[in-house]
């Protein structure tokens, strides 16, 4: 049964707009759970754009709600995250620059950091996933750091099919990535950038257990409600 995790960063976005307490992420994680979303994801920015430490800290103590917690490999927010002991958690690239996660992580270059990251988290029971690029190669790599899932990094095919351009190839290296990983023990998730459309496509790859939508969700739920929304994607994902 494919999984659909709804990412409600954006909320906090709109909050953060008028500095004050309304929209609720605390609410919106409760919320979204009732409308039939099987997790919810937060990202933890460096930077605090959107999640901050405390809505981390309520989110993850709702009983009976799956918490994907997305982090960066700096040392500040892996403590903050092993103290709030998420059910899941997320290795992403983190460039304070950036607007979005703009593709998978450098595993050759933080090999020995993320292993160590890997470890702690392993220790405490959390399911660890990396969020990588459709490359067999990082899918070997994340297979030796003994962690649990990956998370494929679906932006550029997300583009492709928003943009009407070829897809292809990039749903080639995506299907090729997804069954390397099924055949090593990986349990295969996909993410960003997706809407109807693409995640429709995606979900005929049999080796996605798990999509991590939030961007569009939030959007498109201005137009037609959350609850509307969230089960426009679960009657994607299962068909």
Do not use: W
């Not at 304070?96 to 890997?118: A, C, D, F, S, V």
């Not at 109807?196 to 201005?222: A, C, D, M, P, Q």
């Amino acid at each position: 049964m494919k999984r659909l995790g709804v990412n409600i960063d954006h909320i906090a976005t709109l909050r953060n707009a008028r500095g004050e307490f309304h929209p609720d992420p605390y609410f919106a994680a409760k919320f979204v759970k009732k409308q039939g979303a099987d997790s919810i994801t937060i990202h933890l920015r460096d930077d605090r754009r959107h999640i901050n430490d405390l809505d981390a800290k309520n989110i993850c103590s709702i009983k009976n709600l799956l918490v994907n917690l997305e982090i960066s490999i700096k040392d500040e927010i892996v403590k903050n995250a092993l103290k709030i002991r998420p059910n899941y958690i997320c290795i992403v690239p983190e460039n304070r620059k950036e607007i979005t996660t703009e593709g998978g992580l450098n595993l050759r270059k933080n090999k020995n950091q993320i292993k160590k990251i890997i470890k702690k988290f392993k220790e405490k029971n959390i399911r660890t996933s990396l969020f990588i690029n459709p490359s067999q190669k990082d899918v070997l790599i994340s297979k030796e750091f003994n962690v649990d899932c990956i998370e494929i990094h679906t932006g550029k095919f997300a583009n492709l099919v928003k943009s009407q351009k070829k897809i292809k190839n990039e749903l080639d290296r995506i299907g090729k990535a997804c069954k390397l990983a099924d055949n090593l023990g990986l349990e295969v998730h996909a993410g960003h950038g997706l809407d109807y459309r693409s995640t429709k496509i995606l979900s005929k790859i049999k080796e996605i257990k798990e999509f991590n939508i939030g961007h569009f969700i939030i959007g498109e739920s201005i137009f037609l409600g959350i609850k509307t929304v969230i089960r426009k994607f679960k009657k994607i994902i299962k068909s």
